[in-house]
C-alpha cells in the first residue's frame, strides 16, 4: 500500500461519507447507554480484527452470555484479516458494521464524521481511561476496551540458553544480545512480521520511551527534525534499522506470517518481537498449543533508562465505535458497554482493562517485578501532528515508511539509514513549514 493510496482513500472517505451523511440524517445523534435491556432489539454487526476469536468460537461466547442480558439483540462478527486496509474501503460507503474498532489512519478529527458520539467526555472520563484519545469538541467517539503497554515479547529460554539474564538497558545493548543469541543458540533473534505490515506500526508506540517522557509525541508538533540524533524517533528506528542492517531478523520479510510468528516465538524459533502486552497471552497460548511452556514467554521494556529506570508507553489499544449510519445504535452501545465493564475479556487474555481502578494483569508481573514505569503517551497535540503527518506523506501511524525502512536496511531499496532519515526530516520539515505559512 502507498502512502499517496492512503491519502488518497482518506480524502475519499471524507467526501463519500459526507455525501451519504445527507441521506442517513443519523448523524449527532448521540449512541446513548440504554437503560432497559428489555427494550433494545436488532441485529448488529460487529466488525474486527480479531478472525481468531471467530475461528475458536470464543467471541461466539461472549455474544451469548451479552443475549442473556440483553435477549431481544443478536450479535453477529464479521472478521477482516486486513482490518485496516478493508475498513477503509468500506468506509466510502455507510455500509461498515453497527460497531467497529476505529481505524489507525483516521484522524481524530474525523470521528464525528463517521461515528456516533457516546457521551460527554467529562462523564466517560470518571468511568474510562484513555477517553481523550477520542474526544472532539467535549464528546467522546470511542472507548477503548484495553489499554497497552509497549515492549519486546520474547523468549526467556532461548535468551537464557544464550547465557542472557538481565534485560539490555541500551539499544547497544539490546543489539550484542541478539548477535549472542544468534551466534550460540542458531534462533531467528528477531521476526519483522514486515508482510503483514501492521506489526511495524507499534514501533511508533515506543516515543516517550527512550526519554521516559510522557509528552513526547506532542512535541513532534514543534519539532523540526524528528529523526535527528538524540531524539526518541531516531533512536526507534535506528534499533530497527540496525537489527535488519546486522542480519538480525528473519531472512526474507516479505514471506513473515503474524499467525505463523506466533507459534514460532513460543517454540523457539524466534527470540523476540516489539509488539503490545496484549500480544503476551496470545504468544503463552501458541506456546501451550504447540507443547511448550507458556511461562517461556515473556515482556520486557525498550532498552533505554532514563534516571536508572526503565519506561513503557502504556496507550489504548483499538478503541470500539458505533457506526454514525447505524439504525441500532441503542443495540450497538450496550454491546460496547458490556463488552469492556463486564464480558471479562480484558482480564482473561491477562490485559490491561481500560476501566477506572481496575488492577494490572499478571502478564505484566515481571514490569511490576522490576519498577518498569508506565507512562501515558500525552496526545493533546496529536491534531496538529496529524495534520503535519498527512502533508508531510510519510505516515508515523502507517506501516509504509517503516517497510521502507526495512528494505532500506536490507539493500532492498537505495541508501542507507541518514540518507533515509534526512529524506523523512525534510519531509516533515517542509509540510510544518507549509502548514505554518
Known amino acids: 500500500m502507498r502512502r499517496s493510496w492512503v491519502a488518497l482513500v482518506a480524502a475519499t472517505m471524507v467526501a463519500a461519507t459526507a455525501c451519504s451523511g445527507q441521506e442517513d440524517g443519523g448523524q449527532g445523534e ?92 467529562e462523564d466517560l472520563s470518571a468511568k474510562f481511561d484513555y477517553t481523550d484519545h477520542a474526544t472532539v469538541d467535549g464528546q467522546v467517539y470511542g472507548l477503548a476496551n484495553i489499554g497497552v503497554a509497549n515492549g519486546f ?59 521516559c517522557d510522557p509528552g513526547a509525541y506532542d512535541a513532534l508538533a514543534a519539532t523540526e527534525k524528528p529523526w535527528s540524533q538524540g531524539s526518541d524517533l531516531h533512536t526507534i528506528d535506528k534499533l530497527l534499522y540496525t537489527i535488519v542492517d546486522k542480519k538480525l531478523s528473519e531472512t526474507d520479510p516479505t514471506t513473515t506470517n503474524w499467525e505463523d510468528s506466533k507459534s514460532k516465538i513460543g517454540t523457539g524459533e524466534v527470540a523476540s518481537m516489539w509488539l503490545g502486552s496484549w500480544a503476551i497471552s496470545q504468544m503463552r497460548a501458541a506456546a501451550e498449543a504447540a507443547g511448550e511452556n507458556p511461562e517461556d514467554i515473556g515482556f520486557m521494556p525498550f532498552p533505554a533508562q532514563k534516571d536508572g529506570k526503565f519506561c513503557s ?21 450496550a454491546w460496547i458497554d458490556w463488552y469492556i465493564t463486564k464480558s471479562g475479556q480484558a482480564a482473561a487474555e491477562g490485559s490491561i482493562s481500560s476501566v477506572k481502578g481496575a488492577p494490572l494483569p499478571d502478564t505484566l508481573k515481571d514490569f511490576a517485578d522490576n519498577d518498569v514505569t508506565l507512562i501515558p503517551q500525552h496526545q493533546k497535540k496529536r491534531a496538529e501532528v496529524n495534520e503535519i503527518d498527512k502533508a508531510s506523506e510519510i505516515g508515523i ?41
Open 30 to 121: 448521540i449512541a446513548a447507554p440504554p437503560s432497559d435491556p428489555a427494550k433494545v432489539s436488532g441485529e448488529i454487526t460487529v466488525l474486527t480484527n480479531r478472525t481468531d476469536q471467530i475461528a475458536d468460537g470464543t467471541l461466539k461466547k461472549y455474544a451469548a452470555e451479552f443475549r442473556k442480558v440483553y435477549p431481544g439483540v443478536k450479535v453477529k462478527f464479521e472478521g477482516l484479516t486486513d482490518y485496516e486496509g478493508e475498513t477503509k474501503i468500506r468506509m466510502n460507503t455507510d455500509k461498515y458494521g453497527d460497531v467497529l474498532l476505529i481505524p489507525n489512519s483516521l484522524s481524530v478529527e474525523q470521528y464525528p464524521t463517521f461515528f456516533a458520539p457516546l457521551g460527554k467526555a
Open 153 to 211: 515479547v520474547y523468549n526467556k529460554a532461548v535468551w537464557k540458553k544464550a547465557g542472557i539474564t538481565e534485560w539490555p538497558a541500551t539499544p547497544e545493548e539490546f543489539i550484542a544480545d541478539l548477535q549472542t543469541i544468534k551466534a550460540k543458540t542458531g534462533v531467528t533473534p528477531y521476526y519483522t512480521n514486515y508482510k503483514d505490515g501492521w506489526p511495524l506500526t507499534n514501533w511508533t508506540n515506543a516515543v516517550g520511551s527512550p526519554t
Open 313 to 333: 508507553v502504556l496507550r489504548p489499544d483499538y478503541q470500539y465505535a458505533v457506526n454514525v449510519h447505524s439504525d441500532r445504535k441503542a443495540a450497538a452501545r
Open 397 to 437: 501511524t502507517a506501516q509504509d515508511y517503516r517497510q521502507k525502512l526495512v528494505d532500506v536496511a536490507r539493500g532492498a531499496a537505495d541508501g542507507d539509514m541518514d540518507s533515509y532519515f534526512d529524506e523523512l526530516n525534510g519531509k516533515w520539515s517542509e509540510a510544518q513549514q507549509t502548514l505554518g505559512g
